[in-house]
């Protein structure tokens, strides 16, 4: 089961250069977040900062009952192990093959007979479609097996938070929703704590438990998806609907004469679209830390966007729900299924082959 991450005032500076600063926020344990911000707002090395990598300035960064910015190195070293961590590249040794990869971390940090170590990496290449590619050079594979490669290699020693770094970097639209899938799946099948840095802005809206927004060295919000996908606070109404209007310019910011401009001209930032279903598991299950469609939006008396959680097939998840829920129980009936898979984002009924290219 995952861990919750607490961050508190954490700041962070290259010199004179400050990346961010009192950043506070909580990452529920078990569930999936996401962090998004332009580029250059500093988000990997949040991450970095999460794992021990970089030492922030000041603030305090709570794992249970450890402050990781003050632990000595052997504690720190301790820590570590709770996370797992997929890199924006994937970081494969490009002289070994991808067992060898996966394997790395098990050689390295335990005591495990090489039996053992065989059983647990083929499970992990398993649960990411690898198997079969095990003997295959990162060279020799494409960049979608790349990332689920160092995402197998980040789940091998069973870790309680997975930090992800840009999981779609350099993949096309299709391995990008095939790997947003595999990241779904293993939430409800190891209950870690996810944590994705992102710039693809469909995972953003589909995938996430959470959303976060870093902008001009500050967190301008975190919370629910549903909060931030109806939110009307311009940053994070410009960026999730990728918009041109709004504080975000081609610079980190608009100076303050194009905003001037833009405000004299009247420019509409548009309606709010549509807040779309969850992503769901491929097999329909539940996840231990998602959420009814439309609870944070009624508990707090929000009315969404004409038309949210509608899929493509015109049902109404918010309604649908507890009927979805029943049937999925033990003894349910039949789970409401669409033409592609489980309710309700479509997700591909077979997992690729390993040597498809994905």
């Given at each position: ?10 700041t962070?500076?290259f ?62 070293y ?39 170590v ?49 999981p ?8 990008t ?58 940053v ?34 548009g ?9 769901m ?70 997992r690729?082959?390993?040597?498809a290219?994905?």
């Amino acid at each position: 089961m995952g861990v919750e991450i607490r961050v508190e005032g954490l700041t962070k500076s290259f010199g004179r250069q400050t990346i961010w600063q009192d950043v506070s926020l909580t990452v529920p344990a078990g569930e999936i977040s996401v962090l998004l911000g332009p580029s250059g707002t500093g988000k990997s090395v949040f991450l970095k900062s999460l794992v021990g990598l970089l030492k922030p300035d000041r603030g305090h960064i709570w794992i249970g009952d450890r402050d990781l910015p003050k632990l000595r190195e052997s504690k720190l070293y301790e820590t570590r192990k709770l996370f797992g961590v997929l890199f924006q590249d994937g970081a494969l040794f490009g002289s070994m093959n991808l067992f060898d990869n996966v394997a790395f971390p098990l050689r390295e940090h335990t005591r495990k007979t090489e039996s053992a170590v065989k059983r647990i990496v083929m499970e992990k290449l398993e649960l990411v479609g690898l198997i079969g590619a095990e003997k295959k050079l990162p060279g020799e594979i494409s960049g979608g097996m790349k990332k689920r490669a160092g995402l197998a290699r980040a789940l091998v020693l069973d870790p309680e938070i997975l930090l992800v770094d840009e999981p779609d970097s350099g993949l096309d639209p299709v391995r990008t929703a095939l790997l947003n899938q595999t990241m779904v799946d293993l939430n409800a099948e190891i209950g870690a704590t996810f944590l994705i840095v992102t710039h693809d802005i469909n995972t953003a809206r589909t995938v996430p438990d959470n959303i976060g927004l870093l902008f001009l060295r500050k967190l301008v919000m975190f919370g629910p998806r549903e909060m931030l996908l109806s939110s009307e606070e311009p940053v994070v109404r410009q960026f999730l609907n990728a918009r041109t209007v709004g504080p975000i310019g081609m610079s980190e910011e608009k100076d303050l004469s194009e905003l001037e401009a833009e405000a004299k001209l009247g420019h509409d930032p548009g309606k709010l679209p549509p807040i779309p279903p969850q992503l769901m598991t491929s097999d329909g299950r539940i996840r231990a830390g998602q959420h009814a469609p439309g609870a944070w939006c009624a508990a707090h008396g929000v009315t969404p966007p004409p038309s949210s959680f509608v899929d493509d097939l015109g049902r109404n998840w918010v309604q649908e729900w507890p009927r979805y829920v029943a049937s999925m129980a033990p003894g349910g009936g039949p789970a409401l299924r669409g033409p592609g898979g489980y309710f309700p984002g479509s997700p591909p009924t077979e997992r690729p082959e390993a040597g498809a290219g994905h």
